[in-house]
């Protein structure tokens, strides 16, 4: 097991990433009183999988404090036919990286980590949006969150295709199962996790119950992308925003939409107003005492967004987090 430290720059609090993520649906995620969050999911190489255990420092003056990961680095996959049978994870490939194997680098899983954390961006300017009355309320309300992302663009965009068309209860489940079938299981802090499937496992499975032959296609397209770079992390939020969304709705069963959940929450890109989520828009409109009309106008829409440069997708978060929870005490 590895151990790596991630220093916050800016506001930060891990209790709060675990509570967004029991509440996110596609995460699936069960949270425990120690508040560690557990983790497991494919690693960015396409290959490997990664187990970690992540840990806050308590800070006295209400600094964030320092995150304190351990984690191990898993290779080879699980056996198993993937026509539809289970797999058996116990028996997969050689196990744990052992130290010095070049498979897999700590730096690369660091990065990989901070991204899914919303770590590997400065936020130390954050508070400043607080000039922004409906800003400040955002932060005074979910202090410390920061925009819990999939575990790379490859999940998001498994996870747009998996839920194109279903509720997204159902979708989540056929997800879970795919990864309790065909994952590796990994034990971390005392629990059994299952992370989801790599491209090249995911590329041969040939039936999944509650999917169209359809989106198994596109599932397979998307493993292909994957391993082929497309999906790459790094190369997307270097693009030009325009650029990276066009490039990714060139993949199948990827719509506007679902491109923009891949950047935003899959790459991790910090600062995009997403054109094409009208929940967001309707929350935006509310929040700033605007005409129910005025959500449908984009342009204004973003235009209001432009003030929250350059974290709009860290905005665009809280606005949907609080939506969702005044939803659910409306029902």
Wanted: hydrophobic fraction near 45%.
């Amino acid at each position: 097991m590895t151990a790596v430290s991630l220093t916050p720059a800016g506001p930060f609090s891990l209790a709060a990433s675990v509570r967004f993520l029991e509440g996110f649906t596609p995460a699936n995620y069960s949270g425990t009183a120690d508040e560690v969050l557990r983790l497991a999911f494919p690693a960015d190489d396409g290959h490997a999988t990664v187990a970690a255990a992540v840990r806050q420092e308590e800070m006295a003056d209400g600094e964030a404090g320092t995150v304190r990961v351990e984690f191990t680095v898993h290779t080879g996959e699980p056996d198993g036919d993937l026509d539809g049978s289970p797999a058996d994870p116990a028996s997969a490939g050689p196990g744990p990286v052992s130290p010095g194997e070049p498979s897999r680098s700590e730096d690369a899983v660091r990065a990989q980590l901070a991204r899914i954390l919303s770590l590997d961006v400065d936020g130390s300017g954050f508070p400043e949006l607080a000039a922004d009355p409906v800003a400040a309320g955002l932060m005074a309300e979910f202090p410390g969150l920061r925009p819990v992302c999939f575990h790379s663009p490859y999940e998001a965009a498994v996870w747009a295709v998996i839920g194109h068309r279903i509720r997204m209860t159902q979708a989540a489940a056929i997800k879970a199962r795919l990864a309790e079938r065909y994952g590796r299981r990994v034990q971390i802090a005392g629990r059994t996790l299952h992370a989801f499937p790599t491209p090249p496992v995911l590329r041969a499975i040939t039936r999944v119950p509650g999917l169209t032959e359809v989106k198994i296609e596109r599932l397979h397209a998307l493993a292909e992308a994957a391993d082929a770079g497309e999906l790459d992390a790094a190369r997307l939020r270097a693009l030009p925003v325009d650029d990276a969304l066009a490039a990714l709705r060139t993949l199948p069963g990827i719509g506007p939409f679902s491109a923009e959940l891949i950047l935003i929450r899959g790459a991790g890109h910090p600062d995009v107003f997403p054109r094409h989520e009208p929940r967001l828009h309707a929350a935006l409109a509310t929040a700033y005492g605007l005409d129910e009309t005025v959500s449908g106008d984009i342009s204004r829409l973003a235009g209001i967004a432009d003030g929250w440069r350059p974290y709009r997708s860290w905005v665009g978060l809280l606005l949907r987090v609080r939506a969702e929870l005044m939803g659910r005490h409306a029902s």
